[in-house]
C-alpha cells in the first residue's frame, strides 16, 4: 500500500463481502461486490468505484417487502490526517467498509414504499387496502353529530 502514498501511483481492486447493514425499514446485503482504483493523492490516497448489491425494503405504509439491486459510485479520498470527518488510512491498510457503508446508507429511502400510489392499511381491521377494500366494517366517524346519522335513515 505505500507505494500508493505516491502521486501517480494506481492499484486496481475487485472484491466480493457479506454484509448486514441496517436503516429502520431497509437493509443491505447479504452480499455486496465492489470495482475500485486506488490511486496515490497528495495526503492520501483516492478511492473510485462503484459497488453492487441488493437493498431489502418494507413498504411503510402497507408493509409489503421486497428486494431489488442497488449501484453506486464512490469517490473518497482517505487521508493521512486526523481529519475527525474523514477516513484515515491504518498504517498499510485502506480500509473502505466505512465510506461504501456511508455512501450506500445514504443512498436508501427514510420511508420506502412499494409503489407511488401506495393505499397502505386500513386503520381499523390492518387489512392491505392495495389487494382489497375492507368490507366488513363501515367507516367510523369521528363526528360528535355522528349518531344523528341514524335518525335521517330509513
Known sequence: MSDLLETGHRREVAFDASVDWTLELSQVGPSLHGDFTLEGAS???????????????????????WTEPLEVAVVEVLG?????????????????????RDTILLELPL????????????????????????????????????????????
Open 80 to 100: 493521512l490526517g486526523e481529519d475527525p470527518d474523514g477516513y484515515p488510512l491504518h498504517g498499510d491498510v485502506a480500509d473502505l467498509e466505512s465510506p461504501i
Open 43 to 65: 495526503g492520501g490516497i483516492l478511492a473510485r468505484g462503484r459497488v453492487d448489491t441488493a437493498i431489502t425494503s418494507t413498504c411503510h405504509r402497507c408493509l409489503t417487502e
Open 111 to 154: 420511508a420506502p414504499t412499494c409503489r407511488p400510489g401506495c393505499l397502505g392499511l386500513c386503520a381499523r381491521c390492518g387489512g392491505d387496502l392495495n389487494t382489497a377494500s375492507c368490507l366488513g366494517h363501515e367507516e367510523e366517524s369521528d363526528s360528535p353529530f355522528a349518531s344523528l346519522r341514524e335518525l335521517f335513515e330509513p
